[in-house]
């Protein structure tokens, strides 16, 4: 079972925490400190994690980042290594970015789906929604 949550009362700083179905000893398995780490989802095989977070924005503070002003990408956790796996906000101009999340697995592994919604800072409350599927040459 896997959620994000925040132990501490800081706002938009949520980590990605596993736990067994009962809820006991939950686990942060993202341990960045200066990012919000949400989404995660396992692949089939519960051997890679599949999770967005804004550690790409490296202007991101935790106290002071309003939900509205985010970057994410997504990124893959494999035997402890985490790595970039998408790079929208990396050539976007500086009044848009990018917003990753509702990453969910196909059954095969094979294929991820995700959720890029593009923000731009004079039109805020009109995104545009894209719907990705990034797929691997093998199960994951």
């Known amino acids: 079972l896997t959620f994000s949550y925040s132990r501490k009362p800081k706002p938009h700083h949520h980590d990605v925490f596993v736990t067994d179905l009962l809820g006991r000893r939950p686990d942060n398995i993202t341990h960045w400190q200066k990012a919000y780490d949400s989404a995660g989802v396992y692949s089939p095989s519960e051997q890679v994690l599949a999770f967005a977070s804004s550690r790409v924005d490296p202007r991101y503070i935790p106290h002071w980042t309003r939900p509205s002003l985010l970057k994410t990408e997504a990124y893959l956790r494999v035997r402890r290594k985490v790595t970039t796996l998408t790079n929208f906000n990396r050539y976007v101009h500086p009044l848009c970015r990018y917003y990753v999340s509702n990453l969910q697995w196909d059954k095969s592994g094979r294929r991820l789906f995700l959720l890029a ?10 995104p545009r929604s894209n719907i990705f599927v990034i797929t691997f040459k093998e199960p994951l």
């Open 117 to 126: 919604e593009f923000f731009h800072k004079r039109r805020p409350d009109q």
